[in-house]
């Protein structure tokens, strides 16, 4: 078990964490964008833009994205890339009711689907999919092996995994200001934005607690898949992780 599959949203509350979760981000939708652009200084938008040309030598047609959240990167997928569909995943109604209306307005409604689903167990045939992305997501799982071994089942052979995830930077001159930065400011502007008071001081904790670099990658591949590489973005506040099956 990682430290992350410990954290969770709501003190005190003992259901299991995927149910956290999902009312976490029910309860933050309305702020998720705003906050999203605000805490990254609009740096999210330029990792899923590297994110999705890293993916773009492997040229999929059938893509999965897990924790789609709002829809951002399922929608620069289907820009970017031109693929057959991009099906999109997230426990919250919520964010997928704001996330429809933005594959609606940018006019694919044709390529890109959104359900509600459970990555723990997510309802697909095995090998059905050649690419599965993750941004910002996994920290967030119940359980990160079973997670990974899902989309190792989901995935047709040779097909590619992305993950973005945020991450804690190692350099002595760049850390003290993350950490004051993740712990003060970030939990502060949450509580002015959104009602949910908890959940901004939860995701820093997660990011502290997720597993990074070569760890994420032996869950990778405990899970089966192969060619694991990862790479550290933006001072080590972000990394891509790839790998294939």
């Known amino acids: 078990m990682s430290n992350c599959e410990n954290i969770n949203p709501y003190d005190g509350d003992t259901r299991p964490k995927t149910e956290q979760v999902r009312d976490m981000f029910d309860s933050i939708a309305p702020a998720y964008d705003f906050m999203n652009r605000a805490m990254t200084f609009g740096i999210d938008k330029l990792w899923r833009r590297k994110a999705v040309k890293m993916i773009a030598k492997y040229a999929p047609k059938y893509i999965l994205d897990i924790a789609t959240g709002t829809a951002d990167l399922a929608i620069r997928l289907a820009q970017s890339l031109k693929p057959s569909s991009v099906v999109g995943v997230d426990l919250s109604q919520q964010m997928l009711e704001i996330g429809r209306k933005k594959v609606s307005e940018a006019g694919l409604s044709d390529v890109v689907t959104l359900s509600q689903a459970d990555c723990m167990a997510l309802p697909f045939d095995d090998g059905v999919f050649d690419c599965i992305t993750v941004a910002y997501g996994v920290r967030n799982f119940e359980h990160l092996l079973q997670g ?98």
């Open 148 to 245: 990974y071994e899902e989309m190792h089942r989901v995935m047709k052979p040779g097909g590619v995994l992305c993950v973005i995830e945020l991450s804690t930077p190692t350099s002595p001159l760049v850390k003290p200001f993350y950490k004051a930065y993740t712990k003060w400011i970030i939990p502060a502007a949450g509580r002015v934005v959104s009602k949910d008071v908890r959940a901004y001081s939860y995701l820093p904790e997660s990011i502290a607690a997720v597993p990074q670099g070569e760890k994420m990658l032996e869950l990778m591949r405990q899970a089966g898949f192969s060619d694991c590489r990862h790479e550290s973005l933006t001072f080590g506040t972000c990394t891509i992780y790839i790998a294939i099956k």
